[in-house]
C-alpha cells in the first residue's frame, strides 16, 4: 500500500500536494498539527486493493486441518470483504474496523483454541461467530471531491489566571481589625475621660495659681465680667508681671489694652480727612444717622457747599427720604444712586465738595447682597467704613467684621455707645481684629452725640462696669477660661504692644 505524509504551512497546502501526487482518488488517511507544520497522510484509492493479499501472506500456516479449514475461511472473508467495499470512505472504514476486531479476538486466545479443538462440521465453519460488541473506530477519510465537513467545536473552558503569589517576606504590621460598634464607643468613653481629666488637672492648676498669685485671679476673673474674651484674657495676663502688686497690675492691665485698641490721632477724624467715605453696616445701626452727624460737622466746620449726599438705599421705603430730609435741615442737596454707573456720573458732579458721604441699605451679616455691595464700593476713592453696634455680642460683632471685609476697611464708627451695657465685647473685636477706631456716636442728637475716639476713656469705661449679671462668671468658673494658653487658641497680641 502506497501512504504518503505530505507537510504543508496549512491544511489546504497540504490537501493540495495530496491531490496533485495521488489525483482525484486521493484519499485522506489522517490530519494532525505539527510542529513542522499540518501534516496530511494519503493514499491512492486503487492502491487499497492490495491490503487483501499481504494479509493473507501475512497469516500462520496452521499443523492441524482444522487450523487450514480457518486459513482459508479468513482468506475467503478478505476475498469478499475487498470485493464488496468498492473502496469507498465508508466501505475503507467498515473494513479497518473489521480487521482490528478479528486482530483482537486472536489475540485473546483464538490460536490456542484452534490447536486443541477438534476440526469442526463443515456446517460448523460456515456458521459465523458472534463477536463482542465494540465502540466504532473513528478514522478521518476526507476525499477532494466531497465537500470538506466543519471540525466540531470543542467546549470553552474557562480562563486560567495566575495565582497571586505571596511575598516571601513576613510582615511585622499586625494585620488591620476593622473597628466595631463596640470599639467606637469606647473610643468616644476613652476620649471623654481623657477630657475630663484634662479639665480637672486644669482647674487644680488654675486653683494652685490662683493661691500662688491672686492678682492675676482677680484680675482674670475683671475681664470677662467686663465683657473681655477668654482669649484676650489669657494672652494678657500671661505677660502680667510677676513682682507688680495690685494697683501696679491694674494699671499695666488697662495700659496694654489702650495700646492695642488702634484709634484715629486727635484732629485727624473722618470730617478732616475729607474724601469721599461709604457707611456699610448691618440692619438699624444708625447709618442713615451716622451720615448726618459727619454732614452736620463738615458744615459747621466748612460750611454748606463743602458737604455732598448720596444715598444707595433703595430698598427702604423711607430710605431716602430720612437723608433728603437731613439735608435739607444743612441746608445739603441729597442725590439717589440706583447703580454703580450712576454712582460714578454723581462721584464725577461732586468732585468738587470736601466731604462726600455715601449712604447705603443695611444688609444682614448673612445677607448675600453684600459682595454686590462691596463690588459697587470698591473703588480706589471710596473710603469704606463699618458701622458697628456697641451693644451687640461678641461672636456677632466677629460675625459682621468677618463678612463685611475688615481687613479691607478704612476704619470703624461704634455706634449706640449709650445703649451698650458693657464695652468690652466691642473693644475687643476692634483689638482682635485690628481696625481703626475713627468715630464714637453715644446717641440720636445730631450733630451733637458725636465723639472724636478716645482708646484711654473707652477702656477706663469698659473696665469700670460694676453691674451684676446672671452671664458674670463665679471666682470658681475661672479654672475653665484660663484652662489653655492662648497659644492654642492661635490668638496673640505681639510682643510690641504688650
Known amino acids: 500500500m502506497n501512504i504518503q505524509r505530505f507537510i504543508a504551512p496549512t491544511s489546504r497546502e497540504a490537501m493540495a500536494k495530496a491531490r496533485l501526487s495521488f489525483g482525484d482518488s486521493a484519499v485522506i488517511l489522517s490530519t494532525r498539527s505539527t510542529a513542522e507544520g499540518f501534516e496530511v497522510m494519503a493514499a491512492a484509492e486503487e492502491s487499497l486493493a492490495s491490503l487483501a493479499e499481504p494479509e493473507a501472506r501475512q497469516q500462520p500456516a496452521p499443523a492441524a486441518a482444522a487450523g487450514k479449514g480457518r486459513a482459508s475461511a479468513a482468506a475467503d472473508t478478505v476475498a469478499r470483504d475487498t470485493e464488496t467495499m468498492a473502496m469507498s470512505t465508508l466501505s475503507f472504514q467498515d473494513y479497518v474496523r473489521e480487521r482490528m476486531l478479528k486482530k483482537r479476538r486472536a489475540a485473546l486466545g483464538g490460536g490456542t483454541v484452534a490447536s486443541e479443538e477438534p476440526a469442526p462440521a463443515p456446517r460448523q465453519a460456515t456458521a459465523p461467530m458472534p463477536l463482542p460488541a465494540a465502540e466504532p473506530i473513528q478514522v478521518p477519510v476526507q476525499r477532494f471531491n466531497e465537500p470538506e465537513q466543519a471540525a466540531p467545536r470543542r467546549p470553552q473552558q474557562a480562563i486560567r489566571t495566575r495565582q497571586s503569589e505571596q511575598p516571601a517576606w513576613e510582615d511585622t504590621a499586625p494585620p488591620t481589625r476593622f473597628g466595631s460598634h463596640e470599639d467606637s464607643r469606647m473610643a468616644v468613653e476613652l476620649s471623654a475621660l481623657k477630657d475630663m481629666i484634662e479639665e480637672r488637672f486644669n482647674t487644680l492648676a488654675w486653683l494652685g495659681s490662683s493661691r500662688q498669685n491672686p492678682i492675676q485671679s482677680n484680675l482674670m476673673l475683671k475681664l470677662i465680667r467686663a465683657g473681655f474674651s477668654p ?13 507688680a502688686a495690685a494697683p501696679e497690675a491694674v494699671r499695666w492691665l488697662m495700659d496694654v489694652i489702650t ?3 488702634k484709634v484715629t490721632a486727635s484732629g485727624a477724624g473722618l470730617c478732616e480727612e475729607g474724601g469721599v467715605v461709604s457707611l456699610i453696616g448691618a440692619t438699624g445701626v ?20 463743602s458737604v455732598g449726599l448720596i444715598t444707595l438705599d433703595a430698598y427702604r421705603v423711607s ?53 454686590d455691595m462691596l463690588d459697587v464700593l470698591n473703588m480706589p476713592s471710596v473710603k469704606k467704613t463699618l458701622v458697628l453696634n456697641a451693644g451687640a455680642h461678641g461672636d456677632t460683632l466677629d460675625e459682621v467684621l468677618t463678612s463685611f471685609k475688615a481687613s479691607t476697611l478704612h476704619g ?17 473685636a476692634l483689638i482682635r481684629h485690628q481696625v481703626t477706631l475713627r468715630g464714637v456716636a453715644n446717641g440720636q442728637r445730631v450733630p451733637e452725640d458725636w465723639q472724636a475716639p478716645d482708646a484711654g476713656a473707652l477702656v ?9 449679671s446672671a452671664y458674670d462668671p463665679l471666682s470658681t468658673d475661672m479654672g475653665f477660661y484660663f484652662a489653655a494658653s492662648s497659644a492654642d487658641r492661635g490668638f496673640s497680641l505681639g510682643g510690641a504692644h504688650v
Do not use: W
Not at 444708625?286 to 466748612?302: N, R
Not at 470703624?412 to 468690652?424: C, I, N, P, T
Open 286 to 305: 444708625g447709618k442713615t444717622t451716622t451720615a448726618a452727624k459727619l454732614a452736620a460737622q463738615c458744615v459747621k466746620q466748612y460750611g454748606e457747599g
Open 259 to 261: 495700646r492695642n485698641l
Open 412 to 428: 470703624v464708627v461704634l455706634s449706640k455707645v449709650d445703649e451698650a451695657v458693657k464695652l468690652g465685647p466691642a473693644l475687643d
Open 460 to 468: 477706663r469705661q469698659s473696665m469700670g462696669a460694676q453691674a451684676k
Open 231 to 243: 482669649a484676650i484674657s489669657r494672652a494678657v495676663l500671661e505677660r502680667v508681671p510677676t513682682d
Open 319 to 371: 430710605g431716602f427720604e430720612q437723608l433728603r430730609a437731613f439735608g435739607r435741615m444743612l441746608g445739603v442737596v441729597a442725590h439717589l444712586a440706583h447703580d454703580r454707573a450712576a454712582l460714578v456720573d454723581l462721584l464725577n458732579l461732586l468732585s468738587g465738595k470736601r466731604l462726600v458721604i455715601i449712604d447705603t441699605a443695611g444688609l444682614g451679616q448673612r445677607d448675600q447682597r453684600i459682595q
